[in-house]
């Protein structure tokens, strides 16, 4: 079982490129005090390593949705893009967490990077609360330039079963 200083050497070993080292901490499972260590770490000098571990824990299930609304919450202190890239792209696994994030998502609507626009909007879809109608906004993303909005729609509009063909 990881613990606690296997997650701190995991984080100091990346170097931004590499996954090596943060695959190798995903060996084993977790302990409690290693999952307090990573959740711990974001914000952080290293949130773009552990993020990218929370987002392949979350991936697997072995990650609880009460970590990821910690994590939601804590948003708007993330400073470095590919971070909060990993964080957006873990709704898809959070429906209910999902809501916390809408609040924090309207910097990213026009943000540079794209991936970052369309985890966003991914995340704002999927943070919809059960009276709103998403056929409207998946359609606008699939009227977008980019290639990755359009796709991310289809993909959207076919999770939440929009008959894009035949109108709402």
């Known amino acids: 079982m990881?613990?606690?200083?296997d997650i701190a050497a995991a984080l100091a070993a990346f170097d931004g490129k590499h996954t090596a080292p943060l695959k190798a901490a995903l060996a084993d499972d977790l302990?409690?005090?290693?999952?307090?260590?990573?959740?711990?770490?974001?914000?952080?000098?290293?949130?773009?390593?552990?993020?990218?571990?929370i987002k392949a824990l979350v991936e697997k299930g072995?990650?609880?949705q009460h970590h990821l609304t910690t994590l939601f919450d804590r948003l708007p202190r993330i400073t470095e893009p590919?971070?909060?890239?990993?964080?957006?792209?873990?709704?898809?696994?959070?429906?209910?967490?999902?809501?916390?994030?809408?609040?924090h998502l309207t910097p990213f609507y026009g943000h540079?990077?794209?991936?970052l626009r369309v985890w966003a909007f991914d995340a704002y879809c999927r943070g919809a609360d059960?009276?709103?109608?998403?056929?409207?906004?998946?359609?606008?993303?699939?009227?977008?330039?980019?290639?990755?909005?359009r796709a991310r729609s289809k993909?959207?509009?076919?999770?939440?079963?929009i008959d894009l063909e035949n109108g709402p």
């Open 31 to 53: 302990s409690l005090e290693a999952e307090a260590a990573l959740i711990a770490a974001i914000p952080g000098p290293d949130e773009i390593a552990a993020t990218w571990l």
């Open 2 to 5: 990881r613990q606690p200083k």
């Open 82 to 103: 590919d971070a909060v890239l990993h964080l957006l792209q873990c709704a898809q696994y959070a429906p209910d967490a999902a809501r916390l994030l809408r609040p």
């Open 62 to 64: 072995r990650l609880g």
């Open 130 to 149: 059960a009276s709103e109608d998403l056929s409207e906004r998946i359609r606008q993303g699939l009227a977008d330039r980019s290639a990755a909005m």
């Open 155 to 161: 993909t959207l509009a076919k999770e939440f079963g």
């Open 112 to 115: 540079k990077k794209i991936l």
